[in-house]
Each structure stands twice: as C-alpha cells, then as structure tokens.
C-alpha cells in the first residue's frame, strides 16, 4: 500500500491554530502566561485555559475551547427530526436522557402534539430523565471531590453510578447514549419488572446519599477547601445567563422544571433547593456542591413518585404501545421556535427554524447550558489563587461535549 | 406582560418606525428591528422597570441563503421576575453582515456573538474580542453559511473524507 503523508508538520500549526489571546509583549515582568490543558485531569474534558499569572494570583483566565467541536449545527441542517436524536445524545454525554427529552418536547410542540402523549410515557420520561440527572450530578460530585482532593467519594459515587448506567442499560440498550425517548414516544415500554428493581436502588441509594453528606459536603476539610471560594453573586450571574444548579447556588429559586411547569412536573412534589451561604458566603463552590447534592435527594423523591404512578393509574397493559403516536414523518408548520428544559447542568434550549415543506430543519441552534455557564469563568477567576482556579471551575461542571457541541 | 403591550411600549418611546415587521409563533412573537436601533432597543428592554429583560437565553445566527442575500440575528430575552420574553430579529446584508454587539448590556452576549461570528461571519461593532471561538482561528470559511464549501487541506490533512 502506498504511504502518504497524512499530515504536514509545521511548527507553526500549533500557534497558528489556536494563538495567545495575551499580547506577550505587554505583560510586566513580574507577570507570565501558563498554559492548563487541553490535556489535563482537572478541565473535565479538552478544555485549554490560558493563565496570565502573577506568582500565584491570577490575573486573567481565557478559555480556549472547540477540541470536541462535532458539528451538531450542521450535521442538524441534513438529517430529519427523528434522526437527530442520537446526535442530541452525544452533545451532554453525561445527562443523554434529559437533552432527548427536552429535544422530543419541543418537536412535539411545533407539531402541536404535545398534549396526546399518555400519561405513562410522561412519567416514563420523567423516571428515566431524573435517574440520568442523578447520574449526571454523581460525576459532577465525584469529579469535583476528585479536583479539590478527596478521593473517597469518587469511588463511592462511580459505583452507584454504575447500578444507574445498568438500569438505563436493561431499559434502551445501552450505558450512555440512549436514543430512548423518541418524538411522540419513546423506544420501548419500561421492562417488566424495572419498577422493582429501581424501588431497590432507590432504597439502596438513600444511606448512601446519607453518607456522601458526611464524608463530603460537611467535611471540614472540604468545607475549608470551597467555602467562600469562587463566590457567583446573582446580579453577575443573571447578567452571564448562568442556569441550574449554580445560578440557584446564587440564591435564586429558579428550576424551569418549575417556571414552565413542562410535562408532569407540576403533578410532582419536590422542592428546589437554593445556596444559602451556610458556609461561607451565598453563591460559593460550597453552596454549589451542596445545591447538586441536595438535588439528588429531589430526584430520589420525584423517581418514588413516579415509581407509584407508573405501578398505580398508570400501570403497564398489554395493549399499550410507547410508539403509538410517532409520527411517520415529522413536518412542523413553516415557524420558528425556541424550546427548553431544565438539564442537570441547567437550561438546554434548542432553536429550530422550519422549512415548512421538508422533514429537515432549516436551522437548529443549541443554546448550551454549559457553554454559556463556563463564560463566566474569566469574571469570578480574577485574582484568585491558582490552586482555587481549579476548584472554581470544577465547581461550575462544565461538560465539554456540550460546550464544543 | 403580553406581547402586544412590549410592542406598544416600543412604540410609545421610539415611535412608529422602530418595528420594521413582526411575526407570532404560538407564544413566541418576533418584532424585527434595524441593526442601528437595536442597542437603544435592548438597553431600554433592560431598564425599564415594567419590562426588566434581564436575561438573554440565546442568541442565534442565521444565514438565509445566497438567494435572499440577507443574514439574521436573532435575540431570545426573558424576564425573570415577571416571566414573559420576546424574541427580537436583526437582519443584515450577507456581503458585509454587521451588527452591533450588546455584549455590555448582557455579558452572556459575548460568546454567543463569537460563536455567531465563527460560523457566520456576523461582524458585531464595538465586540470587545471578536475572535473564533469553536474553530481554530486558521479555518477558512465560515461553515454555516448555506454555500459553504470546505476547505481542501488543513495542515495537510484532507478535510473532506
């Protein structure tokens, strides 16, 4: 076989690609640029950060990012609706469940459909959507303990992780991307007997949350590590359009799961848990933490929930049939719109333009979550320690996947 | 408040001129306004006290092909304490497309508006740093415009398999 080059090495490719945003030649003496990924444990994927140091403090974070760019926007303006589930998948890898279900709400809304779905498929979709928040919010917990230098709940979190990741495997197939809930439905009905077992792992799981309060969030080691760290005041953060859990770390009680009240949440009783500052001050990387794992005792709430809907008034028969209302072809009218739904990492909304006349969309725009959460990094980062960097953004779980879309 | 009342209160401040057209999507209504008006327009949507749009949700580019000749913007506002939002359009020549940046009146505009001028080619005025912000600043091209074609090489590596 012939051999050819595959690629031309050129030592200038690298600046090239992706220079300095810091004019070198302006930094006083004392002042120099590091450079933090894009390989690094600690940036939660292929996220570089540019850091003009001064000693220790910081003077000035530029994040670089686009190293897992995918082209989702325009992979979306060649494939059908109903094929853009797998790609919605792949965006948040970690939370596929809850990106799916805010992608399949909005599509649902354009047809005008969105009030025949049966209740079961709604509380399906919550179930599973919520298991998947837990699973989403375990990494973020374990990964940040990991960033801040505990290891202990890492393991213990990637563990119950792990009964998760095979819940949602018995039910779609696979660990991670699910293409479960589908426009109109969903792939399968629930198996027979997954109510018991996640009344099982709900009930395994309750100690263990007890437990990750103790060994992490009231940790006085932990405590001193985030506390008044990295504080988000809530006018900076509405003003960078932060969502989820670390603009309600600010003190804000907003939850769009809430706000719009979409699919069965309103018939749930759950609470929206906000930062206090009990540790430090409101809107730090401790009221953060805390938020998520105060969440996670919201969601065990809301899947007990369902858990009785789904084997009560809701129950499986033999005639139900999860695909019924798919639609063979998906044509929205001629509109523009705007969907979204609360994620574990905050507010997913998902711009579609329609041509009217094909199957295609014309234009999707993700309005990401995490993207737009990671643009307030060079505000709260500036003259903080280098260490507390990492601990700042650990604390904002980003998801470069989402990011680089 | 309802759509119709934001529009009116537009109207009353700038007068009749300021919306060039509007469109209603179910809840979701559009009012297009000039790109030179747009600031002043955004700046009173924020202060004003029975509108309070202290949120932009999105921001999106939009290419209408080389047959309208003409590229959009589109802003996504919402209202936190009062719960309504509006979306307003922007459109551009697509020879020369520039909007001016309201990344000082929402900071979150700032990346949208990079991510917007990576595909696009949106030249936003007065943007304090407008560079690529997904693509590596030596792609040629700007890959969501509708006649985009990719480059051969880059770096050596054929780009289109």
Redesign the interface.
Known sequence: MKNT????Y?SK?LT????L?TDVSKLRTEEMVLNMGPQHPSTHGVLRLEVVTDGEIIKNVIPH??YL?R?F??HA?KLPYNQLIPFVDRMDYLAAMNSEHAYAMGIE?MLGIENDIPKRVEYIRVLVAELNRLASHFIAIGTYGLDVGSFTPFLWLMRDREHLNRLLEWLSGARMLYNYIWIGGLYYDLPVGFEDRCTDFINYLKPKLQELQKIMISNEIFIQRTANIGVLPLDLA????ISGPCLRASG?R?DLRR?DGYSVYPELDFEIPIGKGEMGTVGDCWDRTNVRVLECWESVKIVEQCLVKLKGEHKRTRDFDPQALVPKKTRPKL????A?AENPKG?L?F?F?TTGTYDIPY?V?V?SCC??NL?VLP?ITKDVLLADLIAILGSLDIMMGEI?? | MQFLEIKSLLIEKFGEGIVLSE?S??T?S?LQISPEKIVEVCFFLRDTDQLYF?????L???DNGPEKKTMEV?Y?LYS?PY?HSI?LRVETNRENPEVPTISNI???A???ER?AYD?FGIKFTNHP?L????????WEGF??RKDYLEQEYY???KVKY
């Open positions: 080059i595959q690629y031309q050129d490719h090239n690609s992706e220079p945003a990012m686009g760019h082209c926007e325009k303006e809304k509405i003003n960078y359009g804000l907003y706000v509109m523009d719109f705007y979204r507010e909304g711009f333009r234009r725009k309005r993207f737009v643009s505000a680089d879309r | 469109n999507f179910y979701q559009q202290d949120y932009m949700t999105c999106t580019g939009m589109l996504h936190i719960n979306v929402w900071r979150t700032d990346w949208h991510e595909m740093d560079r690529r912000i997904l693509l590596p600043a030596d890959p969501l770096h050596g590596i």
